[in-house]
C-alpha cells in the first residue's frame, strides 16, 4: 500500500497531428499540476485537499475545458460544473451552470460541507457561492478568443464540435468529425483522483462541458456514479461524451464491480471502458484503495498524468 495520484484534462479525438503550439502548454500544464498533487500528498495533506488543488490548477489553464478554459452554449456563454467525493464516508457535492465562479471545484466541496445536500444549480448556486464569499468574476473572464472561434464554427456545422480539434483549419475539422457519429465531441473534462499511505481516496472532477450545447445542459461530471465516483475501494474520474458516461454509470461500475465481483481496479475499469462504454466515448483515471493507479481510454487519445510512491511517473496523450 502506498500513495497514488492520477489526473486527466480531457478525452476525445486529439489528432496525433496536433500541432506542438496546441500539444505542448498542455503536456507542461499535465507535469505541474501533477507535481502540485505529488507535493501535496507527500506534506500530508488528505486526498480531498489533493483533489481539489490539483482540479483547481486545472480549472485556472485556459487551456483545458474548465474554469478558464470552459467551451461555450450555444448562446455564447459558459455554464460550468464540478464535483468532489471522499471515499471513507462517500459524502459529496456537486455544481452546475455556474457563470461567475472562478473555481467551480471549490464550490463543490462547500456544497458538500455547508449544506445538507449534495448537488446545487444555476442561480442557486450562484448564490450559495456569493454567500460563502468564494472568488467570483464577471463571466467575460471565461470566454477565450479559441473557443469563441470554435463555437463559431461549430455554428456553422450546425453541430456539437469536437473540442480538441483545430479551430480555423475547416478541412482538418471536417476529416476529424467524421471519425465520430454525427460529428459529435467527445469532450475535455479535468479531473482528479488520490489515495494516501492509509488507503483513504478522493475524486474530483470539472468540465465546461460540450462546445455549442444546449443552454441548461447538465453532463457526466456532476452526477455521482457516472463522472465521478468513489468508495472505500477505489476513486475515479471520467471523462468523454457525457451522456454515454450517464448510460453507463461508469464511476459506479467501476466501483461495483469491485465491490461485487471482487475484480481488482485494472480489470474492473478494462471491462466498464472495453466493453460497457461504447468505443470512442470514455477515458478515466482511478486509484484503488490499496495504491494501484490506472488511465485507460476507448477514444483516440487522453491528455494523462499519475504518479505512485514507488517512484512511477507517467504522462501521456495517445496509446504508448
Request: charged share 20%.
Amino acid at each position: 500500500m502506498g500513495w497514488a495520484i492520477a489526473l486527466h484534462g480531457g478525452a476525445g479525438d486529439i489528432p496525433r497531428s496536433m500541432p506542438p503550439e496546441r500539444r505542448e502548454p498542455r503536456e507542461a500544464a499535465l507535469r505541474h499540476c501533477l507535481q502540485i498533487g505529488v507535493d501535496a500528498i507527500k506534506a500530508g495533506r488528505s486526498p480531498l485537499d489533493v483533489v481539489e488543488l490539483v482540479v483547481r490548477e486545472l480549472e485556472d489553464n485556459p487551456h483545458f475545458n474548465a474554469g478558464r478554459g470552459s467551451v461555450l452554449t450555444s448562446n455564447g456563454t459558459v455554464e460550468m460544473e464540478a464535483c468532489v467525493m471522499v471515499g471513507d464516508t462517500k459524502k459529496c457535492g456537486a455544481v452546475s451552470g455556474l457563470t461567475t465562479v472562478k473555481n467551480a471545484v471549490s464550490l463543490a466541496r462547500l456544497v458538500m460541507e455547508k449544506t445538507p445536500h449534495i448537488y446545487l444549480g444555476f442561480d442557486g448556486a450562484e448564490q450559495f457561492a456569493r454567500e460563502q464569499g468564494v472568488e467570483t468574476l464577471d463571466s467575460s473572464h471565461f470566454i477565450t478568443p479559441e473557443n469563441v472561434e470554435r463555437l463559431k464554427q461549430a455554428k456553422e456545422a450546425n453541430k456539437v464540435q469536437i473540442d480538441y480539434a483545430q479551430p480555423i483549419q475547416r478541412v482538418e475539422e471536417e476529416e476529424e468529425s467524421a471519425s465520430l457519429p454525427n460529428g459529435d465531441s467527445q469532450i475535455g473534462t479535468v479531473g482528479c483522483v488520490a489515495v494516501d499511505s492509509s488507503g483513504n481516496l478522493a475524486a474530483a472532477t470539472s468540465t465546461g462541458g460540450l462546445v455549442n450545447k444546449m443552454v441548461g445542459r447538465i453532463g457526466d461530471t456532476p452526477i455521482i456514479g457516472a463522472g465521478t465516483y468513489a468508495n472505500s475501494l477505489c476513486a475515479v474520474s471520467a471523462t468523454g461524451k457525457g451522456e454515454a458516461i450517464i448510460r453507463a454509470t461508469v464511476g459506479r461500475d467501476v466501483a461495483a464491480l469491485m465491490e461485487y465481483k471482487g475484480l481488482s481496479l485494472e480489470k474492473a475499469a478494462a471491462y466498464v471502458v472495453g466493453e460497457s462504454a461504447p468505443i470512442g466515448t470514455v477515458g478515466l483515471v482511478a486509484v484503488s484503495a490499496n495504491g494501484q493507479v490506472i488511465m485507460p481510454f476507448n477514444t483516440n487519445g487522453m491528455f494523462r498524468a499519475c504518479a505512485t510512491e514507488d517512484g512511477y511517473t507517467h504522462v501521456g496523450i495517445w496509446q504508448d
